[in-house]
């Protein structure tokens, strides 16, 4: 299962980082009068509404979707390891306080807040980063919450609080590490939820906007083309659901090493 | 369990007003001014003044947000400045189209759901349990802004046998029902599946299976009813994520819903209407997840709230 997941996340790393070179199309170039053309030998994955070639956008669009993924990942694992530490480490009123903002985002359904801030915020890629690290972080709080509230029990975190240690240097030196392996299984996992949540805010025209490719925007693009080009529509969701897949695959493998009891 | 049952309920309700409190927030997130928003740059200052006092923008944060608040209480939430309607007219008049899509979809996934991940434990290992995780897999990778079009282009366009959107008989119903419910049996089969492996472990089947019951009885009349505590319980809890999907298949198939009313309101910038929609799709998803919660308390006596 990793290895799968491995392999299409790396391909697809590989063809968001070396597209250019590997296919020199020009992904905005348009040739309107050959627009909705089929797969062919010179466009395998045919021309999209605007004449423009779909292989090339799909690379383009490969680099929006793993930006947007590493950075909700980034600043919503960054965040909710701070709060969740401080939370579970320090108890009391601070874990009071982290807790009831947690059960409030967490009562909220996830992708309607994220509509809801995109909506007022303005549609753009920032915008959508901002959203879905806004409600990003709260899984990895809860988690390293619990995961705090355990490590302050342990002897050799016992030990370090015996010697002197700062409590920011026994957060960030002892207690967090143990967090680390889950972290890291929530935030393979997360890849594949952000890349997911920017397609479907692009697909309903709150994400990126055009003429950047999107995945999300190129399958909204192809809604109107169902019966005439049914292509537009067949390659950018292929694209969403391999990537979405390899990072579940990877996500899913990498649970079962961190915690073998997972594995049926 | 009654304490249970009151603890439980005091919890939703700091949580409610926190929604509703985040929800009151999003307006004066807009960057500038709401009222110039909605009408536009171009708009004469005469008709933004006009509309910032409608909306009550003009008055002091605190008062705006009790009134909010009281007129929530009230049941009111504001009106529509596109339609000049208020709200929970226009709320009132789709949600049946909403919850009908939503039970439709839960339905489906029931129905397709339990029986593959019974199948997939009970022929553990083998190649029906390969094909059945898979397929389960490929519906949890498939987002429904996709699986809904590709049906539409087998079903709709190549086939013919469904229509491709709007609303009518139950032929209407078919493709974005399955669309929304996908994930969901995707979900609901994986733990079905687990569920009933952990069941299957228990000595009280293997005592069933002693007595001479044949495997498929002692699964469907002892190990299936044990496992399905957390199949109830991911059902309740994945009622949000069909909510909040409704949102893309109404999009999708051009469903008259709430979610199609949510999407249109936000292009119109009518914010009064946004407010209303979130607001009420989050307070239907904080009283379905209390009402899972205690179902499963329920369901399970060992379920103790401390």
């Not at chain 1, 348009?30 to 053309?37: D, F, K, S, V, Y």
């Amino acid at each position: 299962m990793i290895r799968t997941g491995t392999l299409i996340v790396v391909f697809a790393i590989v063809a968001a980082l070396a597209g250019p070179f590997l296919w020199p199309d020009d992904p905005s170039a348009q040739e309107l009068a050959r627009r909705l053309e089929a797969p062919s030998l010179a466009h395998p994955l045919g021309l999209d509404e605007l004449g423009r070639d779909i292989l090339a956008r799909l690379l383009q669009g490969a680099r929006v979707s793993l930006l947007v993924g590493i950075a909700v990942v980034s600043v919503s694992s960054t965040v909710g390891m701070l709060f969740g530490s401080v939370a579970g480490y320090f108890g009391g009123r601070i874990d009071d306080v982290i807790s009831r903002v947690i059960d409030i985002l967490m009562a909220f359904p996830g992708i309607l807040l994220a509509i809801a801030l995109v909506a007022v915020l303005g549609p753009s890629l920032v915008n959508v980063v901002i959203a879905l690290s806004i409600i990003g972080w709260v899984g990895y709080a809860r988690l390293v919450r619990g995961q705090a509230l355990r490590a302050r029990e342990f002897e050799f975190v016992q030990a370090a609080r015996a010697s002197g240690a700062s409590a920011a240097r026994i957060v960030v030196r002892h207690v967090l590490p143990t967090a680390i392996p889950a972290v890291v299984v929530q935030a393979t996992l997360g890849m594949a939820g952000a890349i997911i949540a920017e397609a479907a805010l692009s697909f309903l025209g709150l994400g990126v906007q055009p003429p950047t490719p999107s995945w999300g925007t190129m399958l909204d693009a192809g809604r109107a083309h169902l019966f005439d080009a049914p292509h537009l529509t067949i390659f950018p969701g292929l694209a969403i659901a391999m990537l979405v897949l390899g990072f579940n695959f990877l996500g899913d493998g990498l649970r079962d090493r961190v915690d073998p009891k997972m594995v049926r | 369990m009654t304490r249970y049952l009151i603890r439980r309920l005091l919890l939703t309700i700091p949580v409610i007003l926190g929604v509703a409190t985040l929800v009151f927030a999003l307006i004066h997130l807009v960057p500038g001014d709401p009222a110039q928003a909605m009408l536009g740059e171009t708009a004469p200052q005469a008709d933004v003044l006009k509309l910032r006092h409608a909306l009550g923008l003009d008055q002091p944060l605190l008062t705006q947000y009790r009134t909010f608040m009281t007129g929530l209480l009230r049941g009111d939430l504001g009106t529509s400045f596109r339609y000049n309607v208020p709200v929970t007219t226009q709320i009132r008049e789709k949600l049946p189209n909403t919850a009908t899509l939503a039970l439709a979809a839960m339905c489906f996934a029931i129905l397709f759901a339990i029986p593959l991940g019974i199948l997939a434990a009970v022929f553990r290992g083998t190649l029906v349990d390969h094909a059945a995780m898979t397929l389960a897999l490929v519906g949890i990778s498939m987002p429904n802004f996709w699986l809904g079009p590709l049906l539409a282009i087998v079903f709709a366009v190549r086939l013919g046998w469904l229509p491709v959107s709007g609303t009518g008989g139950l032929s209407h119903l078919i493709l974005p029902a399955v669309t929304l419910g996908a994930a969901l049996s995707a979900i609901l089969a994986r733990m079905t599946r687990a569920s009933l492996l952990e069941e299957l472990r228990e000595l009280y089947v293997l005592a069933a299976r002693a007595r001479g019951l044949s495997g498929m009885r002692a699964v469907v009349k002892h190990a299936f009813r044990n496992s399905l505590i957390p199949i109830v319980t991911i059902i309740g809890l994945q009622f949000g994520a069909v909510l909040t999907g409704t949102i893309i298949t109404e999009t999708i198939f051009a469903w008259p819903g709430l979610g199609r009313l949510l999407i249109q309101a936000i292009s119109f910038r009518d914010y009064p209407l946004v407010q209303g929609c979130i607001l009420f799709i989050s307070i239907t998803y904080v009283a379905m997840n209390l009402l899972t919660d205690l179902t499963y308390g329920f369901l399970d006596p060992r379920i103790r709230f401390d």
